[in-house]
């Protein structure tokens, strides 16, 4: 069995889409786990996924990269803050968020703060969503380790979490706002009407093909006026194309005006 031939039986049994990733780094990150088990071929590889859960856990951790931390790349954040939630909070005061591939949550625990700051009891909606279950369970539990709390200030800290052993708990007033649940961005269908879409650190992974898929289809999922947001190492290139127009370093709008 070659790599293609791999990529396809894992796809049919486990319902991945595989072809959507990068080959050569996708392929570099799964030698070296089977290297690590000392399986040589993709066969035996593919069987012991079928037969053994703790295997297909440790295949799915490696190739979904689930780390994250709250505010990453807070200088970025910081535009979120002081610039385009404020506008958006014009047009709309209670805000439809997607956190698309939201990983341990983090990511939209963060946004659920900057929204309880701006417009407390607003009734925003945070859907935050990702492929991996085991990233989603620790996202509902919703404890962290102090090291991906390093750019929570010590005034977000106190009103926002809840110490506990060392660990810090979100409080209730942010769980509130934001619903996980299980969304394959190759293939599920994505939702209507947000005023912001968070996609970060995901469309790295993807072929070229793919991720132009993936802005076209984040296009249509924004009402005229909203705002996608964009990894830090991300920027996309013909984004006219798709119909945006840009507002920041990572931010592209969906023009206003038009209809939705
Ligand atoms: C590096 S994390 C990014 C987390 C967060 N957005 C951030 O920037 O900190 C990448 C996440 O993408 C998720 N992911 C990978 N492939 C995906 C797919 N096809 N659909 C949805 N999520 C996917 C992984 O499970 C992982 O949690």
Redesign the pocket.
């Known amino acids: 069995m070659d790599f293609a031939a791999f990529k396809r039986a894992v796809g049919e049994s486990f319902g ?2 595989l072809e ?2 990068k080959e050569r780094q996708l392929k570099r990150r799964i030698d070296s786990l089977m290297q690590s088990l000392k399986v040589e071929d993709y066969r035996r590889y593919y069987t012991l996924l079928l037969s053994d859960p703790e295997q297909r856990r440790r295949f ?1 951790d490696r ?7 709250f505010f ?1 790349n807070p200088e970025i954040f910081q535009i979120l803050e002081t610039e385009i939630l404020p506008r958006l909070l014009a047009a709309n005061r209670r805000l439809r968020i997607w ?6 949550g ?2 939209p625990y963060s946004l659920a703060i900057l929204c309880a700051e701006q417009n407390p009891g607003g009734g925003h909606q945070i859907e935050a ?4 279950e085991g ?1 989603l369970a620790a996202a509902r539990r919703g404890v962290y380790r102090k090291e991906v709390l390093q750019h929570v200030s010590p005034a977000r800290l106190a009103r926002f979490f809840t110490e506990q052993d060392g660990n810090y708990e979100v409080r209730e007033e942010l769980r509130r706002v934001v619903s996980f649940r299980h ?4 293939k599920d269908p994505y939702g209507r009407n947000y005023d912001l879409i ?5 469309a790295i ?2 072929t070229r093909e793919i991720q132009e898929e993936l802005y076209r289809r984040f296009f249509a999922a924004l009402r005229p006026g909203g705002v996608l947001f964009i ?1 830090a190492t991300e920027t996309i290139l013909q984004y006219q194309q798709f119909g945006f127009e840009k507002i920041g370093t990572w931010f592209y709008r969906r023009p206003a005006g038009e209809k939705g």
């Open positions: 991945l889409v959507g990733y799915l190739i979904t990269i689930n780390v994250s931390e990453r956190s698309a591939a939201c990983a341990n983090a990511e969503t990702d492929i991996d990233a969304h394959d961005l190759l968070v996609c970060r650190n995901v992974y993807f990894g």
